[in-house]
């Protein structure tokens, strides 16, 4: 699988913005969403947000929602995420993984095919 390429992000103050994007030059099989997963120093991955690709609908974890949108270009082999209103603790790696997706009993599923290399995102006060 050829991996996704990642751009943007790099530093911002408390309360500005981001745009992160990636580029998908080719899905595989059974992806059907591009997902948004960041890595904070000395916690776990967690799953920041995404969007299908076919539907366009998306969706956000709890702790960015309002602040945080899933898009794509029409050619959907671009893939964007802003985030607003930043925070220091949104401070970390953030990675898109081209995926497929789903939902069972309330309960969302991410099965990635491949990773982008990630891309730095610097709160500072």
């Known amino acids: 699988q050829v991996s996704p390429v990642q751009s943007g992000g790099g530093s911002a103050p408390t309360g500005g913005s981001v745009r992160l994007a990636c580029m998908v030059a080719e899905y595989a099989a059974g992806d059907n969403c591009v997902a948004w997963f960041r890595r904070i120093e000395g916690k776990d991955f967690e799953g920041v947000g995404g969007i299908y690709k076919e539907t366009g609908a998306t969706y956000s974890a709890a702790f960015v929602q309002g602040r945080s949108t899933a898009s794509q270009d029409g050619s959907k082999k671009m893939i964007y995420l802003q985030i607003t209103n930043l925070k220091r603790e949104d401070s970390g790696l953030y990675y898109c993984?081209?995926?497929?997706?789903?939902?069972?009993?309330?309960?969302?599923?991410?099965?990635?095919?491949?990773w982008g290399q990630g891309t730095p995102v610097t709160v500072s006060t």
């Open positions: 993984v081209k995926a497929a997706c789903s939902v069972a009993n309330g309960v969302a599923s991410t099965d990635p095919s491949a």
